[in-house]
């Protein structure tokens, strides 16, 4: 299919007419409103509400947030997806085609635009669900034959994690502080994080709430999510390694966690649905997937430090490698009567792959800091340095066309000075 909008025919455009994610925007001093990518145009959906052209059901997108039109359910999404389609084919609907008028309102270059967060954080819940992440991390601190601890195999891990600090794509993160032991010391010390990391991850973003005290099937979970995102859960190692026994990360990861500005439906995903691996332990019924719950995408981390004339790519890695999609940690979730809300962000974990090139994370690629990366402006990395920028890309695949998030981009600034706090 092929849009009127002729930069969304290009095979490598990220935003064809077959993906149509969602987002906010601004323009100049515009309040925040809700919109979808198509080619390097962004449409505003709430100009096209208000002339008319589409109707959820209920006036949603002049908000500053998607959450009122994730709440909906599939059939606003489905229904809106489906009008969009038509309104930009292009022999489609000439509503928006022939009318330039309402294209003057409604189109805007993705280059002139604010990108905002597209949706209030409800809650955010990270995983650790990627079986080599998780060996690779577990034989550095365990050696291999205790890499997985004995519920790995059973159960989707996870901690609850602040949404108070989920951001959106090019917002800068400062370096934490907390306390930190070194291995020869006898006693903490207090400072800066010197181990600063990333974790490639994929975001699931919940749209169809549940009740308290109700289960959900992972069959039932699928249909709650509304999307996805690519995800950046920023991690100070060496704070989590003096803090995480025996709860878990607290400060080291709840400083930031940074998500891309748009949100693929399950819609535009839909033709690269892929199984999970097999599994090496029988799951139990509650978490046994009716089919196909993960996606074939495409992801790649670029690292460019300040001054530096181009990035380097550290990491190409596929979403496919997971142990548990996301239907599963949902369904895991909800199982034990916690409510789900709109909103909800689950980040999968971070995404490694077998080959050293496919780790997610620094303290995979570096193994723990012994074997530092050269970068192509010849420098050398083993974690993260002040001016350091961070991005993460992902797409996937079609047969001329791509499915593309966009980026998901971070700067770190130097730590706070003592002085100043």
Same mark, same amino acid.
């Given at each position: 299919?092929?849009?009127?909008?002729?930069?969304?025919?290009?095979?490598?455009?990220?935003?064809?007419?077959?993906?149509?994610?969602?987002?906010?925007?601004?323009?100049?001093?515009?309040?925040?409103?809700?919109?979808?990518?198509?080619?390097?145009?962004?449409?505003?959906?709430?100009?096209?509400?208000?002339?008319?052209?589409?109707?959820? #059901?209920?006036?949603?997108?002049?908000?500053?947030?998607?959450?009122?039109?994730?709440?909906?359910?599939?059939?606003?999404?489905?229904?809106?997806?489906?009008?969009?389609?038509?309104?930009?084919?292009?022999?489609?609907?000439?509503?928006?085609?022939?009318?330039?008028?309402?294209?003057?309102? %409604?189109?805007?270059?993705?280059? $002139?635009?604010?990108?905002?967060?597209?949706?209030?954080?409800?809650?955010?819940?990270?995983?650790?669900?990627?079986?080599?992440?998780?060996?690779?991390?577990?034989?550095?601190?365990? #050696?291999?034959?205790?890499?997985?601890?004995?519920?790995?195999?059973?159960?989707?891990?996870?901690?609850?994690?602040?949404?108070?600090?989920?951001?959106?794509?090019?917002?800068?993160?400062?370096?934490?502080?907390?306390?930190?032991?070194?291995?020869?010391?006898?006693?903490?010390?207090?400072?800066?994080?010197?181990?600063?990391?990333?974790?490639?991850?994929?975001?699931?973003?919940?749209?169809?709430?549940?009740?308290?005290?109700?289960?959900?099937?992972?069959?039932?979970?699928? $249909?709650?999510?509304?999307?996805?995102?690519?995800?950046? &859960?920023?991690?100070?190692?060496?704070?989590?390694?003096?803090?995480?026994?025996?709860?878990?990360?607290?400060?080291?990861? %709840?400083?930031?966690?940074?998500?891309?500005? !748009?949100?693929?439906?399950?819609?535009?995903?839909?033709?690269?649905?892929?199984? *999970?691996?097999?599994? $090496?332990? &029988?799951?139990?019924?509650?978490?046994?997937?009716?089919?196909?719950?993960?996606?074939?995408?495409?992801?790649?981390?670029?690292?460019?430090?300040?001054?530096?004339?181009?990035?380097? *790519?550290?990491?190409? *890695?596929?979403?496919?490698?997971?142990?548990?999609?996301? %239907?599963?940690?949902?369904? +895991?979730?909800?199982?034990?009567?916690?409510?789900?809300?709109? #909103?909800?962000?689950?980040?999968?974990? *971070?995404?490694?792959?077998?080959?050293? +090139?496919?780790?997610?994370?620094?303290?995979?690629?570096?193994?723990?800091?012994?074997?530092?990366?050269?970068?192509?402006?010849?420098?050398?990395?083993?974690?993260?340095? &002040?001016?350091?920028?961070?991005?993460?890309?992902? !797409?996937?695949?079609?047969?001329?066309?791509?499915?593309?998030?966009?980026?998901?981009?971070?700067?770190?600034?130097?730590?706070? %000075?003592?002085? &100043?706090?």
């Amino acid at each position: 299919m092929k849009s009127w909008i002729d930069s969304a025919n290009s095979p490598d455009c990220p935003f064809p007419i077959q993906n149509l994610p969602y987002g906010v925007f601004s323009r100049g001093g515009d309040a925040p409103r809700c919109g979808t990518a198509i080619g390097d145009q962004v449409l505003d959906l709430a100009a096209l509400e208000q002339a008319g052209v589409i109707d959820a #059901g209920a006036p949603v997108f002049a908000e500053p947030a998607l959450n009122a039109f994730m709440a909906l359910g599939n059939g606003a999404w489905n229904a809106i997806r489906e009008r969009l389609t038509a309104l930009l084919a292009e022999d489609g609907d000439g509503a928006l085609r022939d009318d330039t008028a309402l294209q003057a309102k %409604a189109l805007a270059p993705i280059g $002139e635009v604010t990108l905002h967060m597209p949706f209030s954080v409800s809650e955010y819940t990270d995983f650790y669900a990627g079986r080599q992440h998780a060996f690779n991390v577990g034989t550095m601190f365990r #050696g291999p034959e205790n890499a997985l601890p004995p519920n790995w195999l059973h159960i989707p891990i996870g901690y609850n994690g602040r949404a108070s600090t989920v951001i959106v794509s090019g917002t800068d993160i400062r370096r934490p502080l907390g306390q930190l032991k070194p291995p020869e010391a006898d006693a903490p010390v207090f400072g800066p994080c010197k181990r600063l990391d990333i974790e490639l991850e994929m975001g699931a973003v919940v749209g169809v709430p549940n009740r308290m005290g109700e289960p959900v099937t992972v069959s039932q979970a699928d $249909e709650m999510i509304f999307g996805y995102v690519l995800l950046n &859960d920023w991690s100070a190692r060496d704070i989590q390694a003096w803090e995480y026994q025996p709860l878990g990360p607290f400060q080291s990861k %709840a400083f930031a966690t940074s998500i891309s500005p !748009w949100v693929v439906t399950k819609a535009a995903l839909e033709p690269f649905r892929t199984s *999970t691996p097999e599994r $090496e332990k &029988d799951l139990l019924p509650y978490l046994r997937e009716p089919g196909p719950m993960l996606y074939d995408i495409e992801l790649e981390v670029r690292m460019q430090p300040e001054g530096a004339g181009q990035a380097t *790519t550290i990491c190409r *890695t596929n979403y496919n490698t997971m142990y548990y999609s996301s %239907a599963q940690q949902l369904a +895991h979730h909800a199982i034990g009567g916690c409510r789900m809300n709109t #909103g909800d962000l689950l980040g999968s974990g *971070t995404i490694s792959g077998a080959e050293k +090139h496919q780790f997610g994370s620094l303290l995979e690629l570096s193994w723990g800091g012994k074997e530092p990366l050269t970068l192509d402006s010849g420098e050398t990395r083993s974690f993260i340095e &002040d001016g350091d920028t961070l991005t993460l890309a992902g !797409w996937a695949q079609g047969d001329g066309y791509r499915i593309g998030f966009g980026e998901c981009v971070g700067t770190i600034l130097p730590a706070t %000075a003592e002085k &100043d706090w």
